[in-house]
């Protein structure tokens, strides 16, 4: 999900600066009415500083409660930048959210050619020397990997897990991020989408691999409160639901779709919330495009408590004021 925030004129020309000089190490950015603004160069140590002691000029820029866009000059060799979102867990859910959605339009629209990375963080603890270090080693990282080694990696990762029983689906939103979906996602969509087939879909993002999955149900909802029930209140989901029902005489069996994200404190939980909106494009082009489901509403709410049939019927069989007819008015005297 993109937000329809854009890159300004004056971030891409501070861009530039940091590519064609190496006074700077880093440059600041946020938004501000509806677009991405810079806000400053963070300046190197000294000329010949290394990446380690250029951090402590960051650190006094990172706030508790404040959202922020940091772009990093690290390698000695093209691509050269990190593209950092900092969104700590403090910051208002708006902004966090808005922060995550547009995170790849500032890497799209500067150019991903210049970035070896992204990374999230949610506390100043991550972006220091030794938040650096854990990052590089939760990746495995002997040397920093290119866009181009990290796709490589990610097919091979995939046609093994393929070759061992677990079919992997890579559904590609942009030039830096691809999405994969397991094959029993992909075959409980189709069956969601037969007559007669699954009344209840739902998916979850594994936050350690970033792949969508399907959740284990046994339930069969047959209202919009047992649904509500059987949603997750902690974790955020992708759910699809064939609601049989009357209205007026008329029944009907459409499908909806709930993305569901519950606020839910800790580090990874936001870290985990933020990949729903960015994921949930994609997750939709493939439950309409390859599966054949026909969505007939769409809703997207916080917690699974706020889905009530009231809100659902309001959707699917808004009410029709009537108008009365004109009447001309009666003349004086009469």
């Known amino acids: 999900m993109q937000s329809g925030i854009s890159v300004s004129d004056e971030l891409h020309s501070r861009f530039n600066s940091l590519l064609s000089s190496d006074t700077h190490f880093g440059l600041l950015a946020t938004i501000q009415s509806e677009t991405l603004q810079p806000l400053e160069f963070l300046p190197r140590v000294s000329p010949s500083a290394s990446f380690t002691d250029n951090l402590t000029s960051l650190a006094q820029h990172l706030t508790p409660n404040e959202a ?21 867990d403090a910051a208002k859910v708006r902004q966090k959210m808005l922060f995550a959605s547009t995170r790849l339009t500032l890497t799209r629209e500067l150019g991903t050619e210049h970035f070896r990375e992204t990374i999230f963080a949610t506390t100043p603890g991550e972006l220091s020397p030794s938040g650096f270090a854990k990052h590089d080693a939760h990746n495995d990282l002997d040397a920093p990997l290119t866009e181009e ?9 995939a ?29 409980a969509m189709k069956e969601a989408a037969q007559e007669g087939g699954r009344v209840l879909t739902m998916l979850k993002i594994n936050p350690d691999t970033e792949v969508v999955e399907l959740v284990p149900s046994t339930e069969v909802p047959t ?37 569901t994200c519950p606020i839910t404190p800790g580090n990874k939980a936001i870290k985990t919330r933020m990949l729903y909106p960015l994921m949930k494009r994609a997750v939709l082009s493939v439950a309409t495009d390859d599966a054949g489901l026909d969505l007939a509403k769409k809703f997207e709410v916080e917690e699974p408590s706020e889905i009530t049939e009231d809100l659902v019927h309001a959707e699917l069989h808004p009410k029709v004021e009537a108008r009365q007819a004109f009447r001309r008015p009666k003349r004086p005297g009469r």
Not at 149 to 157: F, H
Not at 169 to 187: C, G, N, Q, Y
């Open 68 to 88: 922020l866009y940091i772009i990093l000059r690290r390698y000695d060799t093209i691509p050269r930048l990190v593209a950092v979102t900092y969104v700590p």
């Open 223 to 259: 209202s919009i409160s047992e649904l509500a029930q059987t949603i997750s209140p902690t974790e955020p989901r992708f759910t699809f639901f064939r609601y049989s029902h009357s209205h007026n005489g008329d029944t009907s069996s459409p499908m909806l779709f709930f993305y």
């Open 149 to 157: 080694e990290k796709s490589l990696g990610a097919v091979k990762r």
């Open 159 to 187: 046609e093994q897990e393929a070759g061992s029983g677990t079919g992997v689906r890579e559904i590609h939103l942009s030039k830096s991020l691809s999405m994969p979906l397991t094959e029993d996602v992909i075959a």
